[in-house]
């Protein structure tokens, strides 16, 4: 498998130096190949930039876009270098990889709006350090902590390890535009309080959102933080099917009672969540719901005693798990992704389709996946599962993820995958669902093909922020 | 390693990078683990980075020994800390230190070999040591007590069953760990011998990829302990310790690191030394061979211990190992500041380790800080050596 490179001017690389300065900006071979690859590689095929810029601040930032934008370079944002269905992997030769890492200042905690306003290069470790002093806590992915908080946000992939932080957890951002315009979000663009997402017209924080660094850059964020609470109880109820658990799920979500609400498979996220491989996980009930109940001292009592009467009534088992998985639990849910991660490892990599959905097709998504996997030849062993419902459950929102963990270094089982993508992309299209976790090349041309006159509109807007087309280009359309 | 292996390693990495920081949970502290990576700032010089350099290199693609490239592989310490963290996160073993001292032997077949690591070479061909120093190391020591008093002891005792390899840096540039470990020896009455003829271990070549030079450094050293009858070799230095372990031949000899030696001493001092010390694990003693208990157990015997905030699996690496002092001395030192940092926010007035080659680069760091940081840097045997009287007292 060659990869491809392109090459910049040796006048361009000199610009770009004398911009970031010279040990920040390089076309070393090395060095670019180490962002060749991501862990999507069966689908999207490494390919090195031809050169790596590191920019320290906005205004360089403005700078580096507006040169790429007069030569009509390629730029694909990076932040802090963990990045997934190839969304960070140039599709064209002689891109710049704008490595945002050095960018990590946490500019704001703002306890009283309960508020953090961050850089790109601010990771969720980074970020719960400094707010937990305030007993506040960012809502987390299901990403490594190590994974940026801004583009997290910005990318509106938050499937959440806390169903009671609900769904949007950006207020506002500011974006720096190809043409070195800088756009700023809701109350950002009236005053320096960033603290209002709908501040002038239209959710332009919405509309910019969820673009793969498909617009501009984003140099700020502010985003809500949570408050974690001393008085906390966990729960892990078993459950045959998918099917069994949903009305202990609509209960506790009807009446807002748990913080977190995980359903997983009993060979997979349970592991994560547990915190340890060692344990025998065979010998549980084939899905476990993960509830966590927290709060202030009266509500809290208040909430676990409901909580009980619903796991008692709901027909599952409550399984008596040993105490370190409470706490981990805890940790990993309400403290950042870190040894429920070892999941991604569980054979070498992972493959997953991350939807949103309503909890009422949650049995039916769990089926597809199933079958298209034991269709296309991937055993019923690598097919897993889970689910997170999500506050405050309009539309009984849930975001679901089906689960492929597999050897990565298998050529014939990326040939499965591949095929598995084709079909079942369409399938969930067909059975119904509420959006995707994030577009990304591969999953958008057979979604555009079904939203008519919106997908021109897309097209058209990106158009206008960035008439030259250099924003990461061929990630969307 | 095979290429099929490597390259099975390499597409086991998910590119999570939780292989660049300090557990996080439960103190919730983010904590930097990878030195290179956290220095440097490119992708390419944490683990996942290097292991799409390493691909490219074995696909062919990169076909020439940039300065990025060259960077990127030897200024690396394979302190290991990314192995160990992925460990407790990842049920799939990606050995990386391996992989990293690997793709470094790929360079050197490929004649890409740092000058600095060459020069290694040519120095230990013309002197047997890695300094390229043509005087001997003498010990200053003089018999005390017995029938030899007031005698030199520059080899011990030729039918010793207890042999000290002192190595090439505790011989030329921290000789006092070298006499350190001397003076316990005579005070404790342990009957000793050393080399007559010790040629550098080979470890400094292995780390930098020019194995095929190590041959005749290992073939040779074999021999003359084959003809010393020593049962035992005791080591200061772990890096000469892991390459006797894990890359010569079984001698049939018990090879020791002077901390495991002399915890099974029992040994007894009257008066501890009234200095808060942090123990620094280096990477070869620790991650490597692990052993952890065996120093703080004996250090807790000598001095009070406060606790850094990362050791043993994850503790910070000092900086000099992998080749990285002899050609990146200004990334080496970096490393040992964060280090005395973390020591000192310890509340530790002395750093202490059991590895001459931590020692050195602490040691250099702290001077440059100056007096006015006041931290001691010391080896372990020199703290015991201190509070050890003549004729010293076992438990």
């Not at chain 1, 109820?237 to 807002?256: A, C, Q, W």
């Not at chain 1, 995958?417 to 369409?426: A, C, D, G, I, W």
């Not at chain 2, 079984?250 to 001493?265: C, I, K, N, P, Q």
Request: glycine share 8%; aromatic share 10%.
């Amino acid at each position: 498998m060659m990869t491809s490179r392109g090459v910049l001017s040796p006048g361009v690389i000199k610009e770009l130096q004398a911009i970031v300065g010279e040990e920040n900006a390089t076309d070393d071979v090395a060095i670019c190949a180490s962002y060749s690859r991501d862990q999507h590689w069966h689908f999207v095929p490494p390919r090195n930039p031809a050169c790596v810029v590191r920019p320290a601040s906005k205004e360089e930032v403005r700078a580096v876009l507006m040169l790429a934008n007069k030569e009509k370079i390629p730029v694909v944002p990076y932040s802090t270098g963990i990045n997934v269905r190839g969304l960070a992997i140039p599709v064209h030769d002689g891109s710049i990889l704008l490595d945002l890492g050095r960018m990590n200042r946490i500019l704001e905690i703002n306890p009283e709006m309960k508020t953090a306003t961050v850089e790109p290069g601010v990771t969720f470790g980074m970020l719960l350090e400094q707010t937990r002093k305030y007993k506040l806590r960012p809502a987390f992915p299901d990403a490594p902590l190590t994974v940026s908080v801004l583009v997290n946000y910005y990318l509106r992939g938050i499937y959440q390890t806390a169903a009671a932080d609900g769904h949007d957890h950006t207020i506002s951002y500011e974006m720096v535009l190809p043409n070195g315009e800088t756009l700023r979000t809701g109350s950002r663009a009236l005053s320096s309080m960033p603290y209002f997402r709908y501040g002038v017209g239209p959710d332009f924080a919405g509309l910019l959102s969820a673009h793969p660094g498909t617009c501009g850059v984003v140099t700020e964020l502010t985003a809500k933080l949570y408050r974690l609470y001393d008085h906390r109880q966990e729960y892990f109820i078993g459950f045959e099917s998918v099917k069994d658990s949903t009305r202990l799920i609509y209960n506790l979500m009807h009446d807002e009672l748990a913080t977190s609400i995980r359903l997983v498979d009993n060979q997979s996220w349970l592991r994560g969540i547990c915190g340890t491989f060692d344990y025998p996980y065979e010998e549980l009930p084939k899905f476990v719901l993960c509830v966590l109940v927290e709060g202030l001292p009266g509500l809290f009592e208040a909430k676990d005693k409901l909580v009980r009467a619903h796991i008692e009534e709901s027909g599952g088992r409550v399984l008596e798990l040993p105490e370190a998985f409470k706490r981990r639990f805890e940790e990993e849910s309400l403290g950042g992704a870190e040894l429920s991660c070892m999941v991604f490892h569980l054979r070498g990599n992972y493959h997953c389709i991350g939807l949103y959905g309503p909890l009422t097709l949650a049995a039916r998504y769990y089926e597809l996946h199933e079958h298209t996997a034991l269709e296309v030849g991937i055993p019923g062993d690598h097919v897993y599962f889970y689910l997170d419902p999500i506050y405050n459950f309009h539309g009984q929102l849930c975001y679901v993820e089906l689960d492929i963990f597999y050897d990565g270094s298998d050529p014939r089982f990326g040939e499965k995958l591949r095929e598995y993508n084709r079909r079942q992309f369409h399938r969930l299209l067909d059975a119904g669902i509420y959006g995707w976790f994030r577009p990304y090349a591969g999953i958008i041309e057979p979604t555009t093909e079904r939203i008519g006159y919106l997908a021109e509109v897309w097209k058209k807007f990106l158009r206008i922020v960035d008439p030259n087309g250099i924003m990461n280009p061929g990630k969307l359309f | 390693m095979k290429r099929e292996e490597i390259l099975s390693a390499i597409y086991h990495c998910v590119k999570c990078k939780l292989c660049s920081i300090v557990s996080f949970h439960p103190n919730e502290e983010w904590l930097p683990l990878c030195p290179s990576g956290q220095f440097y700032g490119y992708q390419a010089f944490y683990a996942p980075g290097k292991m799409e350099i390493f691909r490219e290199i074995l696909e062919g693609e990169i076909s020439e020994p940039s300065e990025g490239l060259l960077k990127a592989v030897y200024a690396c310490t394979l302190c290991g800390a990314c192995y160990e963290k992925c460990k407790q996160v990842s049920s799939v073993e990606i050995r990386l230190p391996e992989l990293f001292e690997e793709m470094r032997h790929e360079l050197a077949v490929k004649g890409w070999a740092l000058d600095a690591h060459r020069g290694i070479v040519e120095k230990i061909r013309e002197t047997r040591n890695a300094y390229g120093e043509r005087y001997e190391y003498k010990y200053r020591y003089r018999y005390k007590r017995g029938d030899r008093e007031g005698a030199e002891s520059p080899g011990g005792d030729a039918d010793a069953d207890v042999l000290y390899y002192i190595g090439c840096t505790a011989r030329y540039r921290v000789p006092e760990i070298a006499d350190a470990m001397l003076s316990i020896l005579n005070k404790l009455g342990i009957r000793y011998q050393l080399m007559e003829d010790e040629w550098c271990c080979g470890s400094v070549l292995l780390r930098t990829g020019q194995v095929e030079a190590a041959k005749e450094l290992m073939e040779h050293n074999v021999e003359e302990i084959r003809r010393s009858g020593a049962k035992r070799i005791v080591f200061t230095c772990p890096g000469c310790l892991k390459t006797f372990r894990q890359n010569y031949p079984d001698m049939g000899v018990e090879l020791l690191h002077s901390t495991e030696f002399l915890a099974r001493m029992h040994i007894k001092v009257d008066d501890k030394l009234d200095i808060n010390v942090a123990y620094h694990d280096p990477c070869h003693l620790g991650r490597d061979l692990g052993i952890y208990e065996e120093p703080r157990s004996l250090l807790a015997e000598v001095a009070h211990i406060k606790q850094m905030k990362r050791e043993r699996e994850q503790a910070w690496c000092c900086g000099s190992g992998g080749g990285v002092k002899s050609a990146y001395d200004d990334f080496a030192l970096w490393c040992a500041t964060e280090r005395l940092a973390e020591a000192r926010e310890a509340g530790a007035e002395a750093l202490v380790s059991a590895c001459p080659f931590c020692k050195r680069n602490l040691r250099e760091a702290a001077e440059i800080e100056g007096k006015g940081a006041g931290l001691g840097v010391y080896d372990i045997v020199e703290l015991v050596n201190r509070c050890l009287k003549e004729g010293g007292a076992r438990r």
